[in-house]
């Protein structure tokens, strides 16, 4: 028996269970699972206990790591408390498990095109709704989001620098993973929702924008996480600012967009500062 179907025969034996929900990329015809596909599944009641979803966990086996979380209107104010058990088991084996009030089904459906009711009480096991993953296609920007993002990757940037120059490493990299890389990767986003007609999930921490990469494009973008020092995490930067600006234009012009006004300025302080060498007195060899 597999782990949904030990999940629906509880509920069967469940009285207080009205529904039982599937999500996320397994109901993703567009990706491929694998041994790590974890299971998404939210069980609808009548009466919300906080405390019973952990009887559901052991359905599955002996949980090896549990992360418990209450959410609040997580589809809208106008929903509910929702609890969850996100779980892991022995091997690769993952489940996410919610407990939601039954007076949520409806914007659970409504909010994500990858939710889809499979288990109803008095029906048992139903035919899903066709799901697709078109809640979370990221879309086009428009000419201020682009304009706005662009000047973040290039100000964020600028801290990066800053921070090098300090020889503070652990700022640098800061800077850099939470703000400069994430631009770097949603201008790659962006080409691809441009390419699929704005139909493109980049997924989270963006893991479907690496699959639309050339081989080339994969080695640069790698060439970037290389930061164990104050030099290689300026040739790591070095190497981000270069796929950026090349990137740039054509996507800027495939977008019918303009490039910010002060765009070159900015980019040519970039030359200058890296070209400074007083600024790289305390990079480590």
């Known amino acids: 028996m597999d782990a949904l179907e030990r999940i629906l025969k509880q509920a069967g034996q469940d009285a207080n269970v009205v529904a039982v929900g599937t999500e996320g990329s397994t109901n993703d015809g567009q990706v491929a699972g694998d041994r790590w596909t974890d299971l998404d599944v939210t069980v609808f009641v009548d009466k919300l206990d906080p405390t019973a979803g952990w009887q559901w966990l052991t359905l599955l086996g002996e949980p090896t790591n549990v992360q418990y979380l209450k959410d609040e209107a997580i589809f809208g104010p106008n929903t509910s408390t929702w609890y969850s058990w ?9 489940m996410d498990f919610k407990m939601a009030p039954a007076e949520d089904e409806a914007a659970y459906l409504e909010d994500d095109t990858l939710n889809a ?13 066709p799901t697709s993953a078109a809640s979370h296609f990221i879309g086009l920007p428009d000419q201020a989001l682009f304009t706005d993002r662009i000047i973040e990757f290039y100000w964020c940037a600028g801290n990066v620098i800053k921070g090098l120059s300090r020889g503070n490493l652990m700022y640098a990299n800061e800077q850099f993973n939470h703000y400069v890389r994430p631009e770097l990767i949603r201008l790659f986003a962006w080409r691809a929702s441009l390419a699929r007609g704005g139909r493109f999930d980049a997924g989270v921490s963006g893991k479907f924008v690496w699959h639309s990469l050339s081989l080339a494009e994969q080695k640069a973008v790698a060439a970037t996480y290389h930061q ?10 070095i190497h981000a600012i270069a796929l950026y600006n090349s990137e740039l234009p054509d996507l800027a012009a495939g977008l019918a967009l303009d490039l910010p006004e002060r765009l070159s300025a900015t980019q040519h302080q970039f030359v200058d500062w890296f070209a400074d060498e007083t600024l790289w007195a305390q990079l480590d060899d």
Do not use: E
């Open 86 to 94: 996100l779980t892991r088991y022995s091997g690769t084996m993952r």
């Open 117 to 129: 009711i499979v288990w109803r009480r008095g029906l048992g096991k139903v035919s899903p709704r």
């Open 228 to 237: 164990d020092s104050l030099a290689n995490a300026r040739a790591s930067l």
